[in-house]
């Protein structure tokens, strides 16, 4: 007999919630090892015992987890042998952060995907199987600890035979919480749109028949409702976008499996893995020319969003139809996802040619997620489903609970906790009384599973958001955080910073600590504050918001002020379809000063510019121009138009790129060239602040945030042009207005330190 030994391994990543115990425990015992695993506060501990070799190996093995468990690191220590012969999983210690008991709601796995597909198999074609590794999380927690009782699932007492899984450390589904099975577990029901049930021995079959001669039918799954189509049919498409009154803004498509990705879009390898994460966000992608796909799934531009299915209902659905799927959020347009069912005929019956319905209730509403490959790496720019609750790890512990607000649009919330911030949900745009109320519980739900008081609570300077009016009216000490400055603390936390950086932050619009309109800033930024080191020349948006779905307006106000004075418009196409009218109106708005606000954001000069280089005078969703004109650039380098420095501050000056660019577009230089260019001009200037910032502060870390890093080629290209810098873009955090919460909290944490 081999000498025995002892070890303890320290494993941090992905360890928790994801059948990483379950896992170990299997190893431990087919390689006859003895000893105990936990779970705790910072990851899972595992003291073994056994021969050299044995342990030798069970640490080689813990390094490579089954997906979707990832070992980010694993320390290594000897200890004495101790008298065992048993390998256990121990309870999990009490009093550490109850949080990480809860994990994001996980994609199916390989296993269950199996079993889904083996007639032979108790679970064959059941469409709520799951385990250890995937399945509901977050949205069916209703407390904590996250167990049984405390999710949806509390309604299904379990069958012997689940019980026997969940009881076996030795199987897939010990402790499986959403455990089920046809026997005991939840079941679908395909109803009419007035909420009556249709009479179906096979609902699936039937929604998925419907599906493929042209219905459109409600779908529940994970965090709410989806509206689900035909993606290759036209005519349903356009139909759908009729019901839901959405004009042109593209709709994501769900397809079976990698092959049906590669078929519709060309994907390099990042966005092969992105596709096929535990995640499963709806990843942007370029369509294929002869993609089988109806042009109306994402009329205007050559980007779509593809996803691979993450519940067995959508595996089944996507099997049974055997063509991609329009699957968008269920909701009019602006309001929150819809996720309870008798919610849903109201909202939905409408919309809906049928529902299919379940009796699992989603205890928490959660959108699916977007992500996009930038510079060689995910960013994902909406972090919602399969991503939250997890946590950020901060470099520094915050010294008090904070509850951040986000900001008006694209909202979502952060609870920051020791060393930890968790992101609510997916809110939106704070413009309806159903988002509101959205807002309101995912903060609520969040402080409740993760069993947090805040302490404090920071908000946007903004006084007019109504996420600042909520905030206002909590008791707890409240601090204002300047917009662009939570940007770039948002970009600093992600990448476990401490400042000071150089920040680049470019948006649409934030409110300025001198009352104006901000947008396209570089600060030398700490988290307790910052200092402005450059800005860009402002705007005038005739008609304030309206500017945004009208960009000609912004490109009326760009010529006036670039030609100092009357712009001749007559050969710019952008304007054929204007009346001089509305044109003079416009003009006299913007000198009067009369419903014309200056804006300095980013996004404006692409919605004009864009408006200018396209031809095109209108809009139907926010951000639609931006990428159409980020789309529309050649590869390659094509030179740029001079971009000038004015004032004291100082502003970036557009006024000769405009007058360059309507020189192009006069002389019929193609678009292609002249988006190449402006990107490239925008990035030239950017680059030049940043140096220029280090030369009179010293070469600081750089991090690039704000919307306008979701444009790979204004993101590459100061990446590239800063490459001998250590430059950051965004990840796992939004850089839009999706991601501002974290950097509040922070900002917040260090003010109220002092
Ligand atoms: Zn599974
Ligand atoms: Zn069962
Ligand atoms: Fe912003």
């Known amino acids: 007999m081999t000498a025995r030994g002892g070890v303890r391994l320290e494993i941090r990543g992905t360890v928790q919630g994801v059948g990483f115990r379950p896992w170990v425990y299997r190893v431990a015992r087919e390689l006859g090892i003895a000893g105990r695993v936990r779970n705790h ?72 995907a199996r079993e889904l597909r083996d007639p032979a198999d108790r679970r064959y074609r059941y469409a709520f199987t799951n385990c250890t590794a995937c399945g509901p999380r977050f949205t069916i927690a209703t407390g904590v600890p996250y167990d049984r009782p405390a999710t949806t699932m509390a309604a299904f007492v379990m069958c012997p035979a689940c019980q026997r899984e969940y009881d076996d450390p030795g199987d897939r589904r010990f402790h499986a919480q959403p455990n089920a099975c046809p026997v005991c577990g939840p079941a679908l029901a395909l109803w009419s749109p007035d909420g009556s049930p249709m009479a179906t021995g096979d609902p699936l079959g039937d929604a998925a028949a419907r599906i493929a001669r042209g219905e459109i039918v409600a779908v529940k799954g994970l965090g709410g409702f989806h509206l689900a189509c035909d993606a290759t049919r036209p005519a349903t498409i356009a139909e759908l976008r009729r019901r839901k009154h959405r004009d042109a803004k593209p709709f994501a498509v769900m397809v079976a499996d990698l092959a049906a990705a590669h078929a519709l879009a ?115 720019m909406r972090r919602s489903r399969g991503y939250v609750p997890r ?128 947008g396209g800033e570089v600060l030398l930024a700490g988290y307790a ?129 405009v007058r360059a660019v309507v020189a192009d577009v006069i002389a019929g230089v193609a678009p292609a060239i002249v988006s190449a260019r402006f990107h490239d001009s925008l990035v030239l200037a950017t680059a030049d602040r940043v140096r220029a910032a280090t030369r009179a502060h010293g070469r600081l870390p750089v991090v690039l945030t704000g919307g306008a890093f979701q444009n790979p080629r204004l993101a590459e290209g100061v990446c590239r042009a800063l490459a001998d810098l250590e430059v950051y873009l965004h990840g796992e955090v939004p850089p839009g207005d999706g991601g501002i919460a974290l950097g509040q909290a922070l900002v917040a944490d260090a003010v109220a330190r002092g």
């Open 41 to 112: 506060a910072r990851g899972v501990t595992v003291e073994a015992f056994g021969s050299a070799q044995a342990l030798e190996h069970l640490a080689g093995r813990l390094r490579e987890p089954p997906l979707p468990a990832r070992v980010r690191e694993l320390v290594a220590e000897a200890i004495p042998d101790e008298p065992v012969v048993e390998f256990v999983i121990e309870h999990s210690a009490e009093g550490g952060p109850r949080a990480l008991s809860i994990p994001p709601d996980l994609a199916t796995c390989p296993d269950c």
């Open 266 to 380: 060309v994907l390099d390898p990042e966005e092969v893995a992105l596709l096929a994460a535990p995640e499963r966000p709806i990843v942007l992608v370029r369509r294929r020319a002869d993609a089988a796909l109806a042009r109306e799934v994402a009329p205007r531009t050559e980007l779509v969003g593809l996803m691979l299915p993450y519940t067995p209902l959508h595996h089944l659905l996507l099997a049974a139809v055997g063509r991609p799927l329009v699957m968008t959020s269920a909701n009019p347009s602006d309001e929150p996802i819809c996720a309870d069912n008798a919610e849903a005929v109201l909202r939905l019956g409408a919309i809906a040619d049928a529902l299919l319905v379940h009796d699992r209730a989603i205890a928490t509403r959660c959108d699916d997620s977007v992500a996009r490959v930038i510079a060689g790496r995910p960013i994902v």
């Open 391 to 518: 946590p950020i790890a901060l470099a520094r512990p915050v010294a008090r609970p904070v509850l951040a607000v986000g900001a008006q649009l694209k909202n979502a919330c952060c609870l920051a906790t020791g060393d930890s911030a968790y992101f609510g949900p997916h809110v939106g745009d704070l413009e309806t009384v159903a988002a509101l109320e959205f807002f309101e519980a995912a903060i609520a739900r969040l402080a409740q599973v993760l069993a947090v008081v805040p302490e404090l609570v920071a908000h946007d300077l903004h006084p007019g958001y109504l996420s600042t009016q909520y905030a206002l009216g909590r008791p707890e000490r409240r601090i204002a955080v300047q917009h662009h400055h939570a940007h770039v603390a948002s970009a600093m936390a992600e990448h476990g910073l401490t400042g000071p950086v150089i920040g680049v932050a470019y948006d649409g619009t934030g409110w300025g600590t001198d009352g104006t309109a901000w």
């Open 529 to 657: 504050g910052f200092e402005r080191l450059a800005t860009f020349r402002p705007v005038a948006l005739a008609g304030g918001d309206l500017a945004i779905r009208e960009p000609w307006r912004i490109a009326v106000a760009l010529l006036d002020d670039a030609f100092g004075g009357d712009a001749p418009l007559g050969d710019l196409a952008v304007f054929d379809a204007i009346p001089a009218r509305s044109i003079a109106v416009v003009r006299g708005m913007i000198r009067a000063r009369v419903n014309a606000p200056l804006a300095r954001g980013i996004g404006r000069l692409f919605d004009g510019i864009g408006a200018l280089g396209l031809g095109q005078a209108r809009t139907t969703y926010e951000g639609e121009l931006a990428v159409a004109w980020n789309v529309a650039a050649a590869d390659g380098p094509h030179g740029v138009y001079p971009i000038e420095l004015a004032g004291e501050l100082p502003e970036l000056d557009p006024r000769p790129l």
